[in-house]
T-cell receptor, first 111, second 115 residues
Framework: SQQGEEDPQALSIQEGENATMNCSYK?????LQWYRQNSGRGLVHLIL?????REKHSGRLRVTLDTSKKSSSLLITASRAADTASYFC???????????FGQGTELSVKP | DADVTQTPRNRITKTGKRIMLECSQT?????MYWYRQDPGLGLRLIYY?????DINKGEISDGYSVSRQAQAKFSLSLESAIPNQTALYFC????WGSGREDTQYFGPGTRLTVL
């Protein structure tokens, strides 16, 4: 089964609104990463949060991590139509190694 | 030039044919991966390699094989393609250490259709 599970599977919002996506994972992690995928293209790394961090910011992105609940959230503020994409979380264990991806959240931002 | 390249970008083949998908990278990374993506199933790991002499099976390796010809090249083969191997295939690279912690860099993908 997948290590990361995103919620919701699909999200539709208006431009200017905030978008929040959640991710749960099952085993202990070294870090958790979020990726973005435009339709039919390769994934692009957005942000990494380490297991000893609780919150991280990068531009309009804010990521939180709650290791006690094995969950993370990605907030995109002031969304734009160009943010329309699928967003995936992934994580790896304490010794590094392969990332396991969730099924993704499909975000649609309407102008 | 792209750091991670995949060839071919699109391929249509018939059941039973042998297919090879190739991946090359100029990032100098030691780790390379092959994933497949199907609608609604996200990315699933097929094989991964942490260096030239290290090959590991992922979640769904049955029906696939790989070859790590050099640090920069990692090929995926379908010995006898079947229709349910129709999918989008991605190669990715990463490295560990120096704070990079396995951030993955993806190729543009290969769309494979097996008739």
């Amino acid at each position: 089964s997948q290590q990361g599970e995103e919620d919701p599977q699909a999200l539709s919002i208006q431009e200017g609104e905030n978008a929040t996506m959640n991710c749960s994972y099952k085993t202990s992690i070294n870090n958790l990463q979020w990726y973005r995928q435009n339709s039919g293209r390769g994934l692009v790394h957005l942000i990494l949060i380490r297991s000893n961090e609780r919150e991280k910011h990068s531009g309009r992105l804010r990521v939180t991590l709650d290791t006690s609940k094995k969950s993370s959230s990605l907030l995109i503020t002031a969304s734009r139509a160009a943010d329309t994409a699928s967003y995936f979380c992934s994580s790896n264990g304490n010794q590094g190694g392969k990332l396991i991806f969730g099924q993704g959240t499909e975000l649609s931002v309407k102008p | 030039d792209a750091d991670v390249t995949q060839t071919p970008r699109n391929r249509i083949t018939k059941t039973g044919k042998r297919i090879m998908l190739e991946c090359s990278q100029t990032k100098g990374h030691d780790r390379m991966y092959w994933y497949r993506q199907d609608p609604g199933l996200g990315l699933r790991l097929i094989y991964y390699s942490f260096d030239v002499k290290d090959i590991n099976k992922g979640e769904i390796s049955d029906g696939y094989s790989v070859s790590r010809q050099a640090q920069a090249k990692f090929s995926l083969s379908l010995e006898s393609a079947i229709p349910n191997q129709t999918a989008l295939y991605f190669c990715a690279t990463s490295t560990w250490g120096s704070g990079r912690e396995d951030t993955q860099y993806f190729g543009p993908g290969t769309r494979l259709t097996v008739l």
